[in-house]
């Protein structure tokens, strides 16, 4: 199941009035409403994440649970929620930390939350924290939860390096040995080749692939140059540059790390010169390739978290919800299921993993033959303008910590449209092995505006 935002900004912190009255105004001012007889409404309330550093910086020394925590404590700062009040906690994670494997579970618990609140991680590649926050939905469609808090975590600065398998069984064994010459006879199997150690796999198991090779791969079957992918990055770091500076990106909160500094920004964002990038070598397939680590989303450490709940629920305590939420598939989809087209949408928040990848989808998105023969439409869905997307940067400025990136694209999402005042958003993420997460918005500010978040 993917996500469907049919999002309300509003201003200001609480919502003091009547389900009844709330519906009225939508039904009366706004184009489009996804809520749906006989079918309980799953409302964003707020969504926050530490800064993205790059990983081996600030957060060098820290663990998983702890930024997941620091989430969790600026989530609850900023909306003054009662602890008790979350019925469930869902957190997304990629590379696990082997003593935390639960990392929703050692964070909440960090926080200060109940350990008689059930946390629980989930996992699916960089969609993680969207995958989250669809449990976090399906919880509370169901009636079994009326508050949950979602996220996602994700920590490169340290990573699970294991024994190779030989040594690994070899002291399992060992483990298991009753006596001294059963020990000695196992150490004796030893050989030196037993001390190479297993880092985590960068390819997919099931296709033996990384997600660099397929960008290459991807950028050359669509014609997608080295220059073109340079200036697309260049074109993420200088407005996420321009947006830090400007204060907009509001959800980040400032993290004092122990026995360090106190974190407040972002630490990726470093606009450079086409000239400069052009320098380095490909990243991926050599000698090449057109992917490099400049137009490529960096190694990044960080958490996000949002709160979600039932739309009585969030009235009840006088919450301004964010957003509605409800399930839906990819972009062509998506629009066909809204009514709207893509000159309706006013902002796009689309997943950088890597420049290539997102302008092959692009040209993808431009071709009636690919809208034929792999969507199964008859003319194509048409690219997003360039005025209209990810204008605040994106995933290869502003970082990706895999499993937290979606409730950041989420988040921003909402925020551009209180912004810049628009009606409809959509928002892509893509993830390994070929799967996608759909999300859409609807402003409260005109109360006819529709934000949209689609993959595609």
């Not at 770091?237 to 500076?245: D, F, G, P, R, V």
Request: with cysteine.
């Amino acid at each position: 199941m993917k996500l469907f935002l049919d999002c309300e900004i509003r201003t200001g912190t609480r919502y003091l009035s009547s389900t009844a009255h709330l519906h009225a105004q939508v039904q009366t001012k706004s184009k489009k409403t996804l809520a749906r007889s006989g079918i309980r409404n799953v409302v964003l309330v707020e969504g926050v994440r530490t800064p993205f550093l790059m990983s081996g910086t600030d957060y060098n020394d820290l663990m998983p649970h702890d930024l997941a925590r620091a989430a969790l404590q600026g989530l609850l700062t900023r909306t003054s929620l009662p602890k008790h009040v979350v019925d469930h906690i869902v957190y997304g994670t990629v590379i696990q930390e082997v003593k935390t494997s639960n990392v929703a579970r050692e964070a909440a618990l960090g926080a200060g939350f109940s350990d008689k609140i059930p946390a629980h991680t989930v996992t699916m590649a960089c969609i993680s924290s969207n995958q989250a926050m669809t449990t976090a939905f399906g919880l509370i469609a169901s009636g079994q939860c009326d508050a949950i808090v979602a996220g996602g975590v994700e920590f490169m600065s340290d990573v699970p390096i294991r024994h190779s398998r030989k040594m690994r069984k070899t002291l399992l064994s060992l483990n298991k040995a009753k006596t001294l010459a059963q020990r000695l006879s196992l150490l004796g199997k030893i050989r030196p080749n037993f001390f190479a150690p297993e880092l985590p796999a960068v390819a997919e198991f099931s296709t033996n692939e990384t997600m660099g090779h397929s960008a290459d791969r991807l950028a050359a079957a669509f014609g997608v140059s080295r220059l073109e992918q340079d200036e697309f990055a260049l074109r993420s770091h200088t407005l996420a540059k321009k947006a830090q500076e400007q204060g907009f990106l509001t959800d980040v909160i400032s993290f004092k790390v122990p026995g360090r500094n106190t974190v407040t920004k972002d630490n990726g964002i470093r606009p450079s010169s086409v000239e400069q990038m052009g320098k380095l070598k490909p990243a991926f397939i050599k000698p090449h390739g057109t992917v490099t680590a400049a137009n490529s989303s960096f190694l990044t450490d960080g958490a996000s978290a949002v709160l979600i709940m039932s739309e009585e629920k969030a009235v009840a305590m006088g919450y301004k919800p964010i957003a509605y939420l409800s399930p839906t598939y990819a972009t062509p989809k998506v629009l066909e299921k809204s009514g709207l087209t893509l000159g309706d949408i006013d902002a796009f928040e689309f997943h950088e993993a890597f420049a290539g990848q997102i302008l092959a989808n692009m040209k993808a998105m431009e071709s009636d033959w690919f809208a034929q023969t792999y969507v199964g439409k008859k003319a194509k869905i048409g690219a997003p303008p360039m005025e209209k997307f990810n204008t605040w940067g994106g995933s290869l400025s502003l970082g990706h910590p895999f499993a937290a990136t979606g409730c950041r694209l989420v988040t921003t999402a909402a925020h551009r449209l209180q912004k810049e005042g628009g009606q409809y958003a959509l928002v892509a993420a893509c993830a390994a092995g070929g799967q996608v997460m759909v999300s859409s918005l609807h402003s409260h500010e005109t109360l006819s505006k529709n934000v949209k978040s689609s993959s595609h």
